[in-house]
């Protein structure tokens, strides 16, 4: 049990409302503030990525007896459809058990949760911004505008869920030995929109996750539930194929045309999508520590930014909440100890994701459209499924299994050395699937 | 010949200073903002390492012709004194021909470079804290505090010469696209102090940079121009021989007769000092852009803060000027072209020495004390002498030449890769400096 303590979350997001429901079940008092208005009276669009939810978040969500009502609105994706060229498209099941992922539109999940963090007694405040936040008191501060005047608000503990441009943290990197670092990808990205069919079915298969994988740049698609799917187009902000590149109707029409022609059907409104919707930017974003005694904390992006390429910005997220419940459990009413311990056991494995998901776009964008990876996957697969208990592919391991992602992408680099030189035998596009090779990678493996 | 502009600095540190020597050269009118009290009218100790000035900074102060005043502040150092143990020192000279570096304290170093601005016709405006810059139109906001009222003034052009925790800095950083690190060592310092004989001169050879070498911690001093010397402990702030574990006079008593006998008749005020002054963080920040089209810029620790282990933080802030003068010359009144040239050009090198200064703190904390790196080092200064055209050590080539730091950090590598090979030869210790050897490091170089 833990004493109950008043308690603010900055954010309402996706993290900052189940972390809510969290602590209001541990009988605290729980103010959710945010800078936006309620996402509920909004209309959400043209700036967002569809979210996966795979089975950290899963877990996050079912051990608090929601996975019912979020999965209701997700839709299982079990492969990859590789749209390699006008007709072809090559399928890639996740796993060999029907294992899935579910798409779910952000909007929707976002609205859902804080409705769902409503009813369990957590007290939202919209269009309050918090600009600031004392870490020896958890005092915030909260005004119109950053220079103008603010009131302050006194709680017990005050978690930052206030994403990746944190200002709980922004106060936090003011200390000494407080470690930062933000990196900009030059891989930007802009929302486009496959609509429904007139009957509201979906124009091309919704179980799978799209890719139209060229190279340093690709289109993705993820359904939704109404029969449309959201579309992501990533690209370099300059340079070649990228988005300074494509500055008329003429120069996107020629582009699409010439890249992702079986988009052409599908994609009615490009011209009017793109040159209306923003160019969004892509950061990974690193901290440490992320509490201060027992006062301050951060989760989720706030902590650590990703990009989004191995669709786990919110499992990790969540995942902090299940770490962060496992030491309330542990400490009960010993904060320091228990954000002391939170951060310690979470940090690495923030780092993991961050590096997988970085390396991820390479892998989605140009290696799914290259033969020898395509092979590799399918050796490790075959040799996977031979000896389940000698191989689980890293994509499974990161994405299906509760694996620490520091174990995970540490396990995947000491596999990927293996496959590295059962690549480099001799013919091994012939004798992929041999007793050779298989006894090689036992041998390997030892 | 450039067309007079408006420029603001923001800093009168060495670099801000001595920038605005050179603006005002080329005719521009240069105030020079700074929320410090003038420096020549304070008490400037306690909180200092001794600064090292080399040839890069000394090419910067010849250039314009200040060389000469600076130096004669300056004391000549010309090798390494290591006490290894209560009366044994090690000494190494840096260079074969007598090249020396200078030990410069800072505070008189910065009062004089305030001067000579001054003298130059710089205007310096005192107790003005810049708080905000605007990145469309250089104007800068000034005020009290951080929350209270700001005036503006306005400029063509702003510099953000204000060191490491950069307000100017600060807010390029809310960019999107702006990629930016601190990250802490967990060495901090603390400045000590050995005062002249009675008549002036100096207790130990002031000619030397005295280091008591002792693993994770060491012990530094450079001498001063009135006799005495600035002492720096360098220490883990936590663990075992740690700023933590230092609390009491006794613990601190015993932990100098243990680690640093020879310095007791040196060091008389040791526990006056300790407990009085501040322990400090060494932070290494690295970012980028260090522009805004042809408004603003940063430069120096503002734009590259490092670790002080090679002696290279002033000088490589100097250099940035030679790399702005050289850019001037080449662009004149094309600003936008000037600062984007002079920021990519000098990206590679500042980050170079970056890394050179963290690695330092190893060398000379741990190896200078190893009797393999002190082989290890004979043996290269043995070949280097006897080929001076095939081989320049990794130190004379960041401190006593002027090519770029990236080239030095690279050929560095490559010679130590060679070195690792050589010390891994049979009975090396024996025959070092034989004819095998040379022809080894030969064919290696080839």
């Known amino acids: 049990m833990q004493t109950p303590k008043k308690i603010a979350i900055v954010g309402s997001g996706l993290v900052g409302s189940l972390l809510g429901i969290y602590l209001k079940k541990r009988g605290h008092t729980v ?3 945010d800078r936006s208005p309620d996402i ?30 979020v999965l209701a609105i997700g839709i299982p994706v079990d492969r990859r459809a590789i749209h390699v060229g006008q007709d072809t498209v090559n399928e890639q099941l996740y796993g060999k058990n029907g294992e899935v992922i579910y798409s779910i539109s952000r909007g929707l999940l976002n609205k859902k949760m804080v409705d769902l963090a409503e009813k369990a007694g957590v007290e939202f405040f919209f269009e309050e911004k918090v600009w600031d936040v004392d870490l020896t008191t958890a005092t915030i501060s909260i005004g119109e505008t950053e220079r103008g005047e603010w009131i302050t608000k ?40 496959i609509p429904a069919n007139a009957d509201g079915t979906h124009k091309i298969n919704k179980n799978s996750l799209h890719i139209w994988p060229r190279g340093n740049f690709m289109l993705m698609a993820l359904a939704n539930l109404d029969g449309s799917f959201t579309c992501t187009l990533f690209m370099p902000h300059d340079g070649e194929n990228s988005f300074a590149s494509l500055k008329t109707t ?68 969540f995942e ?8 309330m459990e542990k400490y009960g009413d010993d904060w320091a100890n228990l954000l002391n311990d939170y951060e310690n056991s979470r940090k690495p494995n923030a780092d993991a994701i961050a590096e997988l998901s970085y390396r991820n776009f390479t892998e989605m964008s140009a290696k799914t459209a290259d033969a020898k990876f395509l092979l590799q996957k399918k050796i490790e697969k075959w040799f996977s499924d031979k000896h389940p208990d000698k191989w689980m592919p890293l994509y499974s391991r990161v994405t299906f299994s509760l694996q620490p992602y520091s174990e995970a992408l540490a396990i995947g680099d000491f596999q990927n050395k293996i496959m590295e030189e059962v690549m480099q035998m001799e013919n091994i596009e012939e004798k992929w699937n041999s007793e050779e090779v298989e006894n090689k990678i036992i041998d390997l493996l030892k």
């Open 40 to 69: 509920r009276k909004i209309n959400f669009s043209g700036r967002s990525i569809n979210l996966v939810l795979s089975n950290r978040g899963i877990k996050t969500l079912q051990d608090i007896g929601l996975e019912k009502e």
């Open 320 to 327: 902090d909440i299940t770490v962060l419940e496992e030491m």
């Open 31 to 33: 103010h959710v503030y």
């Open 250 to 317: 003429e120069q996107l029409v020629a582009f699409f045309a010439k890249n992702f022609p079986d988009t052409k059907e599908v994609i009615p409104d490009l011209v009017e999508d793109f040159f209306k919707n923003p160019t969004s930017y892509l950061v990974t974003m690193k901290c440490f520590p992320w509490t201060f005694s027992d006062k301050v904390a951060l989760i989720g992006d706030a902590s650590h930014a990703i990009v989004p390429f191995y669709g786990h910005g919110m499992n990790s997220g």
């Open 154 to 193: 006194d709680y017990d503990l005050t978690f930052g869920a206030d994403g990746a441009f944190s200002r709980i943290r922004h106060r936090m990197q003011r200390q000494s030995m407080f470690n930062y670092s933000q990196e900009f990808l030059n891989i930007g990205y802009k929302e486009l929109h």
